[in-house]
């Protein structure tokens, strides 16, 4: 008996932690999604649904959600590609390599709100250097962060260039994971380097890819907030305004807590589906060694 | 041995409870920058070594935003601070949170303080229902910066700057300098989007005299309806796009800093931002080594010029059922509304005094005549007609209102929205939040 109760013993300090910062602030969310509130939280009234009917009838949070899935798209699918064509190039035996690895790996280790501000920075209208180089290269003075696409264009690159580095680092490890034999066998077959990337490394690579992709979601869908705060504040006329930039607004700028929290339910309902398709489909796909 | 120990240690700490009794008052300030974080902290020091039984603890809690986030979290948490500087949109959400003593209460309690030493603006702004509930603390008002050395580079007088919307646009065209190539590299005017633009939007509505929103701005019942999509609303709309469209006017992007920099950088000729700008301008104009002039805000030529609406904070009382607490929050915002403390305040900042005498006192020591950049910023707001429109609007759907004219002004310049498109559909946006928020009251 005494065996049984001493390894529950020993999660209780877990558990209580959990229960006060994520089950406790779960559970007020979904009543609270329930309710229309004051922002002082002195009037409180049972609306049921009315949160949820309001958010599906608003042009605003149908737009947001559009925006969040063009932005996570691209950002996903366009920086997997470029860390896999990084990483292939890093995984080279030339020297110094080391020193190419960090620089690629830094952007990763700094906050997203630092990278904000440094794109922010660069891409500024009159002082920035992107805007420099646009001006001598090509004549022109693309206004990044106030015109439609660009300002959702320059976010996707910013969170592209944050998030790289990670990438990187793991399709590396995934590359050189790969046995040299498989290469110099397909060598000899006569394979041509192209084939050997689309028949033995992208396969291979797979598991790698699925987690991934996975992680990258998760990042880019939440973790984009403090890029987009610093640098276009959801604007201009919210087109780079994701569902967690609104519920932000909604809940911390507009005072709107109901709202909000109806929000936050069909953002973490929409996660859980998210992962039940992926994990249920998903490994369909992958390739293991 | 031992009971004489536990008694004479339980005299020692009665007495230093009896003799010194200090009370600490908590005091929660969204001034940020390391010079107005430190000289709201002298100023709290001088305080208490003028009353060594009070102790202020002052601390700095980000953004107007997030100061009232964490007031509205202390509010539900029952520990709110004593005193605390609230937005001035956030009036209405403060009268209906039902934890703050009117400061007019105190007023009426205490004969040694006269509230009209109080800027008739800053006092009228607070005042709802007859009643003033906080205290004015930083105002500030829009004003125009402009670059005089560029100015007389176009060839435009600068000391006349334009007074109308007319004049401003052509004065911007010619201030615009393109390349060979034509592209610009010198636009004729700057602002920042996001929060900054709504301001200046209902700031030029209070200089058509035109009201935000229905029942006086909500100054005589909650205001029920908003009311800017008219012409006056509609010629501010076209008054920024037609600047931006035919590229003589940038957006420097959200907040203040964008178009600050923009303007220091000598990018562009005019800025609109705070009058709590003007140390910051005076500064970086003597180290760009150009000319800074202060133009008041223009207003269309046919329509007569009203006045300007006071923005910043004011500083709100928190009931804490604690007369010891609240007396002494008093005596300390009594103390931040003296002459003195308000000099030191205005002249380390550039908010102007919102203690008629402190203004009189600069005035007669020669500091507006040094600085004339200043005295444009007092007298700007003291110029003003006071009227509903110039008191300035009073909601607590202010915040979404905010957010939705600003995304109107977003619709137009990238043009998904004609101006009155984008103007109407600010107002419905409007009034389906003053719905919302009235609904609870």
Redesign the interface.
């Known amino acids: 008996m005494a065996k049984k109760i001493f390894p529950y013993l020993l999660l209780v300090p877990t558990f209580i932690i959990i229960v006060i910062f994520i089950y406790y602030p779960a559970f007020q969310t979904f009543k609270l999604s329930f309710y229309?509130?004051?922002?002082?939280?002195?009037?409180l009234?049972f609306v049921g649904f009315q949160n949820f009917w309001s958010l599906f009838t608003s042009g605003q949070y149908i737009q947001s959600a559009l925006t969040t899935l063009i932005f996570v798209t691209v950002t996903v699918i366009g920086g997997l590609v470029i860390s896999l064509f990084l990483a292939l190039l890093l995984n080279e035996k030339v020297p110094g390599i080391g020193i190419f690895r960090t620089l690629i790996f830094a952007p990763y280790a700094i906050s997203p709100a630092v990278a904000g501000t440094l794109w922010?920075f660069l891409l500024?209208?009159?002082?920035g250097y992107v805007s420099y180089l646009f001006?001598i290269l090509f004549?022109?003075?693309p206004?990044w962060?106030?015109?439609?696409p660009l300002a959702l264009i320059a976010i996707m690159i910013a969170t592209i260039w944050k998030n790289l580095g990670f990438n990187v680092i793991f399709f590396l490890a995934g590359l050189q994971s790969i046995p040299q034999s498989y290469y110099e066998a397909a060598t000899i077959d006569g394979a041509n380097s192209f084939d050997r990337l689309l028949r033995i490394t992208i396969p291979l690579l797979s598991p790698i890819t699925f987690y991934l992709i996975v992680m990258n979601v998760t990042f880019t869908a939440f973790s984009a907030f403090a890029t987009i705060d610093v640098m276009?504040?959801g604007?201009?006329?919210?087109?780079t305004s994701t569902l967690i930039y609104k519920l932000y607004?909604d809940g911390?700028?507009?005072?709107?807590t109901g709202f909000a929290s109806a929000e936050s339910v069909v953002l973490i309902l929409i996660m859980a589906v998210f992962t039940y398709l992926y994990f249920k489909f998903g490994q369909k796909a992958v390739f293991y060694q | 041995m031992w009971r004489k120990i536990l008694l004479f240690s339980a005299m020692a700490v009665l007495a230093s409870a009896i003799f010194a009794a200090p009370v600490t008052i908590q005091f929660w300030h969204a001034m940020g920058g390391t010079d107005r974080i430190q000289l709201l902290q002298n100023l709290a020091n001088e305080f208490m070594q003028q009353n060594p039984d009070i102790k202020v603890d002052v601390q700095y809690t980000g953004s107007y935003t997030d100061t009232m986030t964490k007031m509205i979290a202390a509010v539900r948490a029952g520990n709110p601070p004593d005193l605390v500087m609230i937005y001035d949109i956030g009036t209405q959400m403060m009268i209906d949170s039902g934890v703050v003593i009117p400061v007019q209460n105190m007023i009426d309690k205490d004969p040694s303080f006269d509230i009209n030493t109080l800027v008739p603006a800053s006092r009228g702004y607070y005042t709802v229902g007859g009643k003033l509930y906080s205290m004015p603390f930083n105002s500030s008002n829009p004003v125009i910066f402009y670059n005089k050395t560029l100015f007389e580079k176009a060839g435009l007088d600068p000391n006349n700057p334009p007074t109308t919307f007319e004049e401003f646009i052509a004065d911007a065209k010619k201030l615009t300098v393109k390349d060979a190539n034509g592209n610009t590299i010198q636009y004729g005017f700057t602002f920042g989007s996001g929060e900054p633009l709504a301001w200046f939007f209902e700031q030029f509505m209070a200089v058509q005299n035109a009201l935000l929103l229905n029942n006086n701005n909500g100054r005589d019942g909650r205001a029920t309806k908003a009311v800017f999509a008219n012409d006056a609303g509609l010629r501010i709309f076209n008054f920024f796009n037609e600047m931006v469209q035919n590229g003589s006017a940038i957006n420097a992007g959200p907040g203040w800093d964008n178009a600050r920099q923009i303007f220091i950088s000598q990018r562009a000729a005019m800025l609109i931002t705070s009058t709590s700008d003007v140390n910051m301008m005076v500064k970086a104009a003597q180290s760009g080594n150009f000319s800074l002039g202060v133009m008041f805000l223009p207003h269309p030529s046919d329509v007569p010029y009203g006045g300007v609406i006071v923005g910043g904070a004011s500083l709100w009382m928190v009931n804490t059922n604690n007369t010891q607490r609240e007396e002494a929050t008093w005596k300390f915002l009594k103390f931040l509304e003296s002459t003195d403390a308000q000099i030191q305040w205005s002249t380390g900042t550039g908010y102007f005094p919102v203690n008629k005498n402190a203004i009189i006192k600069l005035l007669y020591e020669g500091y507006y005549a040094k600085n004339p950049p200043y005295l444009v910023t007092v007298l700007q707001l003291l110029m003003s007609n006071v009227t509903p429109a110039t008191r300035g609007g009073a909601t607590g759907a202010f915040p979404q209102i905010r957010t939705a004219v600003d995304t109107a002004f977003g619709k137009m310049f990238t043009k998904a929205m004609t101006p009155q498109q984008a103007l109407q559909w600010a107002q419905d946006q409007a009034n389906q939040a003053i719905a919302n928020y009235n609904s609870m009251y």
């Open positions: 229309k509130i004051s922002p002082f939280g002195n009037r009234f922010a500024s209208p009159v002082a001006l004549k022109a003075q206004q962060l106030t015109t439609y276009t504040q604007g201009p006329a919210n087109t607004q911390f700028v507009n005072f709107n």
